[in-house]
């Protein structure tokens, strides 16, 4: 079964505004880590945030945010002010015992920022 | 720099033939693993390795092979019998995966395989 689902395809943002990239998750596990990575057309994997299960707030890292819902199993990035720079493919992913650790992904959503 | 080294960036191989791709951190991390990227299916799991002279199969390891004979290496060989290798494979390192789960990889930047 899938562990991350990331509905959206592709995604098209105009310039300085926000984006959101939704990411839904599935396990059984009371302690685990959720990630968001980068990556551009170059192929390298950048980290972008992390939000651990027993955070009680939402974590941010500059521009990005993760709008972190337990109840739901859901853990989406919020991009403020989008810029050019930020068109890549994202990925949501997580880590966990059930998994033996490893980082699960899933398929990823491409975002073009338009002028 | 502490990092994690692919090679070759880009590779191609004829039909039938296995080959190596290289995979060499100088991180001091415990665990290592192997990605395999297609268009439109993310980032799937091959191996992984936790410690020295250990790995375990992840989603898709049929066809490959990996040995883990040093903290600093984990090979991975894509055999014949892997009928579709054509991709991009990602490297990746992170601490001791057990109590590891608010740490996420540090990654190389890939090799792309194209069989010709």
């Known amino acids: 079964a899938q562990k991350i689902t990331q509905t959206q395809p592709g995604m098209f943002v105009q310039e300085k505004e926000a984006v959101t990239l939704d990411c839904t998750y599935d396990?059984?596990?009371?302690?685990?880590?959720l990630f968001w990575y980068k990556q551009p057309s170059s192929g390298e994997m950048i980290f972008l945030i992390y939000q651990g299960s027993y955070d009680e707030q939402n974590a941010t890292e500059g521009r990005y945010s993760l709008n972190f819902q337990k109840a739901r199993k859901s853990a989406n990035l919020v991009i403020s002010a989008s810029q050019l720079g930020d068109s890549a493919m994202y990925f949501c992913a997580m880590r966990e015992g059930d998994s033996g650790y490893a980082l699960n992904f899933g398929k990823g959503t491409s975002l073009l920022v338009t002028p | 720099d502490g990092g994690i080294t692919q090679s070759p960036k880009y590779l191609f191989r004829k039909e039938g033939q296995n080959v190596t791709l290289s995979c060499e951190q100088n991180?001091?991390?415990?665990?290592m693993y192997w990605y395999r990227q297609d268009p439109g299916q993310g980032l799937r799991l091959i191996y992984y390795?936790?410690?020295?002279?250990?790995?375990q199969k992840g989603d898709i390891a049929e066809g490959y092979s990996v040995s883990r004979e040093k903290k600093e290496s984990f090979p991975l060989t894509v055999t014949s019998a892997q009928k579709n290798p054509t991709a991009f494979y990602l490297c990746?390192?992170?601490?001791?995966?057990?109590?590891?789960?608010?740490?996420?990889?540090?990654f190389g930047s890939g090799t792309r395989l194209t069989v010709v």
């Open positions: 396990t059984s596990d009371q302690s685990y880590g």
């Open positions: 390795s936790q410690i020295v002279n250990d790995f």
């Open positions: 991180l001091n991390h415990d665990a």
């Open positions: 990746a390192s992170s601490i001791h995966s057990r109590q590891a789960t608010n740490y996420g990889y540090t």
